[in-house]
């Protein structure tokens, strides 16, 4: 008997401890490995798992430990974050991550559940088709459900390199949730294949499938407004040093610069971009805490400068909620600030982070010693949600802080379409495998909504997508450097974005419905 043969009689013999490794291997799909052949072995491999339990409970478990698998890896870039804080033990993280795998994993231990409990003797191929279904289901909930963490959908891994957008070309016509279900709708008819013993089929299906995961894909025309999009380098060790303040600042300013004559410009800079208070009517004392301006109007002068003639600077920066002479909150947000310093509009984060960015369960957890990863010790508040600043010549912009962008079908003022989508952010705090994973879900809404994305963070990945998920320039990890260009233009309206989540999840029970129908009539 062969090492393999023996490792798969182990395997199958043990298959929840298989439903571990299956989870595990299928986060490899993700960036930055980006191994979506793995992927879909994986889903071939639990759909068969859940096909032979024994029960919905027997599935339910097994989906589960998939599930607490494919989180753990997915999200070890969660772990680093706790390295940059001083309050709590930096291997709290290690186990931070897996704790939250186990809830994570529910939604697969839910997809698995029902589909078990939803089949009616289905051939591989029908069943596959009714989990595909409830997978998208699962996801679906699982980003909104207690605030949602939406972060990784399966269907991203169906994402292109850097010059195509790969088979996720289909966002606009399926959504996240859907193509999530296509993933896992390739993999059963992989697996029924198999069963069937049709290799040459198999790779007739592979083939195409390969194509379009690599085909070049053309670039958009050249928009009209320029832009200069900046990465300061700020590292997360340095970033709430106030003694380093007035350094960042003469670092982004110099990035800055203008370099050519163009009668309107945008200037974009990151999340976190200004340490000052720009806005007046704070207690003074707040102001006289930053190192670098205790008056706002200079800081505000100073910032206009950097817009100079002709510009309009996007930038993020904290703002306050003072009540009864004190800070009571702090927003997160995005300023659009004039080359007179005024400032023109605003945008408050909406989707904040948990234990990030506020303490949830602050009255239990905080007695026991937890605090916040960001510093100090006010919670932030969350905005209205998406909102699009009407900046005049220098467009409609769209503001999706950070984290926001993951969100699919709440990233677009309904109201108000933009013409891009700014998405500042701080990816310092995410090691290796996070902001590679950040940038592709932005990716994934430039494509399904038909906006380009503009990125500039504060030491990496920044880039310019395009509104076919194209990234057109970009800059590297741990790099100081800056962008220049006009802004790609946006494409009509996308199925997408006029239905929002209603797509996918009618894709979803359309498959469902499909799967049970095909099976009964099969029978009869």
Not at 169 to 180: E, H, K, M, Q, R
């Amino acid at each position: 008997m062969t090492a393999l043969a023996r490792f798969t009689g182990f395997a199958l013999a043990r298959p929840r401890w298989l439903a571990l490794i299956l989870g595990a291997l299928a986060a490899t799909g993700f960036p930055p490995l980006a191994l979506w052949p793995l992927t879909l072995l994986a889903m071939a491999g639990l759909m068969w798992l859940i096909f032979t339990a024994k029960g919905w409970r027997d599935a339910a478990m097994r989906g589960w430990l998939f599930g607490v698998g494919h989180f753990t890896l997915a999200n070890n870039w969660i772990a680093t974050a706790f390295t940059y804080q001083s309050e709590m033990p930096t291997a709290l993280g290690w186990v931070a991550v897996p704790l939250l795998s186990l809830y994570l994993a529910v939604y697969p231990a839910l997809a698995a559940a029902s589909a078990k409990l939803l089949s009616r003797n289905q051939s591989i191929g029908w069943f596959g088709l009714l989990f595909a279904g409830t997978w998208a289901i699962a996801e679906w909930l699982r980003s909104w459900v207690f605030t949602g963490f939406a972060w990784d959908p399966l269907g991203l891994v169906l994402l292109g390199p850097f010059n195509s957008p790969g088979l996720a070309i289909a966002l606009p016509w399926f959504g996240t949730y859907a193509l999530s279900g296509l993933v896992i709708a390739l993999a059963a008819i992989f697996l029924s294949l198999a069963f069937r013993r049709k290799p040459l089929t198999a790779l007739m299906v592979a083939a195409p499938l390969v194509a379009g995961m690599y085909g070049i894909f053309p670039e958009q025309q050249e928009g009209t407004l320029a832009f200069t999009l900046i990465q300061p380098d700020i590292r997360q060790e340095e970033l709430n040093d106030s003694s380093k303040f007035e350094g960042h600042f003469i670092r982004s300013a110099l990035l800055s610069r203008k370099q050519r004559e163009v009668e309107k410009r945008l200037v974009l800079w990151p999340e976190s971009g200004v340490p000052d208070y720009i806005r007046d009517g704070y207690p003074q004392r707040y102001y006289r805490q930053m190192t670098v301006n205790a008056d706002p109007a200079l800081a505000r002068f100073r910032l206009g400068r950097v817009a100079d003639k002709g510009g309009m600077l996007l930038t993020g920066n904290v703002d306050l909620e003072i009540e009864n002479g004190r800070a009571a909150g702090a927003r997160n947000a995005v300023t659009a600030i004039s080359e007179q310093g005024e400032l023109v509009a605003g945008y408050d984060k909406a989707h904040l982070v948990p234990y990030g960015e506020y303490l949830a369960l602050r009255w239990l957890l905080e007695p026991l010693g937890a605090t916040r990863l960001v510093a100090g010790s006010i919670d932030f508040w969350p905005g209205p949600g998406p909102q699009t600043l009407e900046l005049g010549e220098w467009g409609n912009a769209g503001i999706q802080i950070c984290y926001e962008i993951v969100f699919s079908g709440d990233v677009v003022d309904s109201e108000t379409r933009p013409d891009y989508i700014f998405n500042p952010s701080n990816d310092g705090w995410f090691g290796s495998w996070g902001p590679p994973q950040h940038l592709a879900q932005a990716r994934m809404r430039a494509i399904e909504e038909g906006l380009p994305v503009l990125r500039s963070t504060t030491t990496g990945i920044s880039a310019v997508i395009d509104a076919n998920g194209v990234v057109r320039d970009y800059i590297g990890m741990r790099r100081d450097a800056r962008i220049d260009g006009f802004v790609p233009p946006a494409k009509a309206p996308t199925l997408f974005s006029k239905l929002g989540n209603w797509l996918p999840m009618g894709w979803a029970i359309l498959a469902i419905l499909l799967s049970l129908v095909a099976t009964q009539l099969r029978r009869g």
